[in-house]
């Protein structure tokens, strides 16, 4: 099956809640033969994307979960994709598999509702995504539209999404691209502090997703866009089925007002002389093991763990987050020296570090 995804991780097997057990076991029963079998010459350590053909339960559900089970069934049955392994002939399991599987998924958010296994007291109803090239505006009053054991408040809460495609190395690929994520009070003089959030897609948490997860703000009756002028790129299959949710880490009453984050930027207008006399170096040396990319970025965006759709050790896909010559344009930059939400999340690298990556960008971008 193909490649790429940026989809994120999934909550822990091994934390034994009974929620968890019993999802497990309904996979067990469900798609965990069917591509553990049809799909293990490409999706157990490559070349395809995730690890869901492994013969280890646990690592297969996880990396399931992650792609998400819409992507998996599509390229399954798709004739084109991976010959002779996908086409026609797996419809009938998938289609078995696909009705124990979406049961017991509906199944396994009732539990956590039920149970306090999550935060789902503050997350929104499942909405359809619907989305096209053209950006699209998804809405939620958290006074009516919230998932199952949610706490409603006077809250509304919204974010763009649009269809896009970019490639990945030699590869097109389509995703989702969201941006202007806002938020707002419906009652006056009420005021609510939000600590990031997460991105549901069918079901199932989109980790790969860290832009919005470190997010403090406070919202008041005028509308905030939490992160203006950000795209945060879902790389997965679009699909007609595709359903929505939004995940809040917190958001509870505060009397404490807003504090927009500081993002420190370097001076805009193309090219800017280094700080702190820089080194120059090239793509190679930036994503060595010794390099501030190959040392801080690599783990989460790499060939097989594409977060947010960015491959930080293929020369042509790392150019798409860079404008040559113009660091201050740079998306990877702007990530780097966003305080309220840095990458890598850990915080901000020292100036040094981010200086060395202007000017490597400042300086054309050298690959070699």
Not at 118 to 142: G, N, R, Y
Request: net charge neutral; aromatic share 6%.
């Amino acid at each position: 099956m193909a490649k790429k995804s940026m989809l994120l991780a999934t909550p822990s097997l091994v934390q034994g809640s009974v929620c968890e057990a019993q999802l497990l076991q309904a996979y067990s029963a469900s798609f965990f033969p069917v591509v553990s079998n049809k799909c293990k010459a490409c999706h157990v350590v490559g070349p395809g994307l995730g690890a869901f053909a492994s013969p280890d339960i646990n690592t297969s559900l996880a990396s399931f979960r992650e792609l998400g089970a819409a992507r998996i069934k599509a390229n399954a049955v798709n004739p084109n994709h991976k010959p002779p392994y996908t086409g026609s002939q797996n419809q009938p399991d998938i289609d078995a598999a696909d009705a124990v599987w979406t049961a017991a998924s509906s199944t396994y958010l009732t539990c956590l509702a039920n149970s306090g296994d999550s935060e789902l007291q503050m997350k929104t109803a499942e909405k359809a995504m619907e989305a096209t090239a053209a950006v699209k505006i998804l809405s939620w009053d958290l006074n009516s539209e919230t998932a199952v054991g949610t706490q409603p408040q006077p809250v509304r809460f919204s974010i763009e999404v649009k269809v896009a495609s970019v490639k990945v190395g030699t590869e097109m690929m389509s995703g989702y691209v969201f941006t202007n994520p806002k938020i707002s009070v419906s009652q006056s003089g009420r005021k609510f502090a939000i600590d990031g959030f997460s991105i549901w897609v069918n079901g199932q948490l989109q980790e790969e997703i860290t832009t919005y997860k470190n997010l403090k703000r406070v919202a008041n009756i005028d509308e905030i866009n939490l992160m203006p002028d950000t795209n945060t790129l879902l790389m997965r299959t679009p699909m007609t089925e595709d359903k929505i949710a939004i995940e809040f880490a917190g958001l509870q009453e505060t009397n404490e007002n807003d504090k927009p984050p500081e993002v420190i930027a370097p001076p805009a207008g193309g090219a800017t002389p280094p700080i702190n006399n820089a080194p120059l170096q090239t793509f190679r040396q930036l994503v060595a093991a010794t390099g501030v990319i190959g040392k801080n970025c690599i783990a989460c965006h790499n060939g097989t763990r594409t977060e947010a759709g960015l491959n930080l050790t293929n020369y042509t896909a790392a150019k798409g987050a860079v404008v040559v010559n113009k660091s201050a344009d740079s998306l990877i930059v702007k990530r780097m020296l966003n305080s309220g939400n840095p990458m890598p999340p850990s915080g901000r690298l020292p100036s040094l570090d981010v200086d060395t990556v202007r000017k490597w960008i400042d300086s054309g971008a050298p690959e070699l």
